[in-house]
């Protein structure tokens, strides 16, 4: 069993910044890709950023130069690094852990809201 713990979210202003934070657990662990997803109100849940067990690293257009995913394979826990907070950012933000066996684990969600 994987339990993920995400935490960092909460308000800020547009143009501000927050850092997300995806603490994984479990026993033996063997962490392959480790992904963010958002969803809006109303929405479907959306791709932000990849990171693959090497640091390769992949974004979603709408926050390509603004957020920067990284992770510590030593402490099992990837980052999101927002930057430039857009009211569109606003969402309920998930972390996925993809592992070895294959299989996939979800964080809880973590609101981040953007607005003045």
């Known amino acids: 069993q994987v339990q993920l713990v995400e935490s960092g979210g909460g308000s800020v202003q547009p143009g501000g910044s927050l850092r997300l934070s995806c603490a994984a657990s479990?026993?033996?662990?063997?962490?392959?890709?480790m992904n963010w997803y958002r969803q809006a109100p109303g929405k479907e849940r959306e791709l932000v950023a990849i990171i693959t067990s090497s640091g390769r690293t992949n974004y979603a257009d709408a926050v390509k130069g603004r957020f920067t995913i990284s992770r510590d394979n030593a402490k099992n826990t990837m980052y999101l690094q927002m930057n430039s907070l857009k009211p569109e950012d606003t969402a309920v933000y998930y972390c996925?852990?993809?592992?070895?066996?294959?299989?996939?684990?979800w964080g809880q969600g973590i609101q981040v809201t953007v607005s003045s």
């Open positions: 479990g026993s033996n662990l063997r962490i392959n890709e």
């Open positions: 996925n852990v993809d592992i070895w066996p294959p299989r996939s684990y």
